[in-house]
């Protein structure tokens, strides 16, 4: 069974930094591209960033390229993602996804406030 958990979320001023976590387990987790993905209060899925299943090719939205990091770790079945500069804007639950976004986590909540 595909389980995607993800942590990381939090409570954080305007310019800060936060690092989730999304952590895979049921499946080949070295072989399968991964996607983050986030909902902002009242607004429709985005998409963030694609990584590859062996994590050299990474893909952005444009307007997280340059704050936002994907990376991951096959070897703990783990997929990251390093946020930087993190604005009002930013305030979404955050999800992670396998593949062709066919298995999500149950996402987590990350507030940009001051």
């Known amino acids: 069974q595909v389980q995607l958990v993800e942590s990381g979320g939090g409570l954080v001023q305007p310019g800060g930094s936060l690092r989730l976590s999304c952590a895979a387990s049921?499946?080949?987790?070295?072989?399968?591209?991964m996607n983050w993905v986030r909902q902002a209060p009242g607004k429709g899925l985005e998409w963030l960033s694609s990584?590859?299943?062996?994590?050299?090719?990474?893909t952005y939205l444009n307007s997280v390229k340059g704050r936002f990091t994907s990376s991951r770790d096959n070897a703990k079945n783990t997929l990251y993602l390093q946020m930087n500069s993190l604005q009002p804007e930013d305030t979404a639950v955050y999800y992670c996804?396998?593949?062709?976004?066919?298995?999500w986590g149950q996402g987590t909540q990350v507030t940009v406030s001051s």
């Open positions: 049921g499946f080949t987790f070295s072989t399968y591209p």
């Open positions: 990584i590859n299943s062996g994590g050299r090719g990474v």
């Open positions: 996804a396998s593949g062709m976004m066919v298995d």
